[in-house]
């Protein structure tokens, strides 16, 4: 019998302040930085006032070539700044949706990258997020197991739990059931139980 997993949406946007002034291109391992404002032009930037809620507005809106240069201004100033490196990532994702051959490639696996950068500092967004982009291989390679491994780091984050955030949707929850069974359950569940968030620097 298959296992449930969750109901409903996505996850309420978290918002939290951030430097003013990006200095610098961080990029999550293995990811070669693009610049924003093209290939000859500035990698510094004077952020907007309220930068992470400007971003966020714009890629509900389904503006994400102007967030993206904020987003990229905001992970310079802030390595630790998750829900940063999870807006860049859901925008890069998007973006990359949208084009083909290697520009498609490039910008849905840089996404990918960021995704996992925030998700394996425990970002719920970012975990919730990841289970999409392994179930059908968005800039990754497409790994079901990988989907439902981040679907049930997900669901017992504590951050998630405190804040009511809901469990990943029926529709996804269906996608997972209709390609894993109760064995690849079971794998999923210890590759879970063997995760633990990457320790980092001093929050700034």
């Known amino acids: 019998m298959k296992r449930i997993l969750a109901i409903a949406g996505f996850g309420a946007a978290l918002l939290w ?30 952020l907007p006032p309220d ?12 503006q994400c070539a102007q967030a993206v240069p904020i987003l990229r201004g905001l992970t310079a100033a802030n ?10 990532g859901q925008c890069l994702i998007d973006i990359g949706r949208t084009e083909t051959g290697g520009l498609r490639a490039r910008d849905m696996g840089e996404g990918a990258q960021w995704l996992l950068a925030a998700a394996n500092r425990g970002f719920p967004n ?10 059908d291989g968005d800039g990754v390679a497409r790994n079901p197991l990988e989907a439902a491994k981040w ?25 997972l059931d209709a390609v894993l069974n109760d064995r690849s359950w ?5 590759m879970a139980d063997q995760w633990s968030p990457e320790s980092t620097a001093a929050e700034e």
Do not use: W
């Open 126 to 135: 970012a975990q919730s997020g990841l289970v999409p982009v392994y179930l």
């Open 151 to 175: 679907a049930l780091i997900y669901r017992a984050n504590g951050m998630r739990l405190a804040l009511g955030m809901p469990d990943i949707s029926v529709d996804l929850q269906a996608k």
């Open 17 to 46: 302040g951030a430097p003013v002034l990006a200095t610098g291109m961080f990029q999550p391992d293995g990811v070669q930085p693009i610049d924003p404002q093209g290939d000859n032009g500035p990698q510094k930037m004077q």
């Open 51 to 62: 930068p992470e809620g400007r971003a966020v507005e714009l890629r509900l809106h389904g």
């Open 79 to 88: 390595q630790n700044d998750d829900i940063a490196k999870f807006n860049l």
């Open 186 to 190: 079971d794998q999923a569940q210890a």
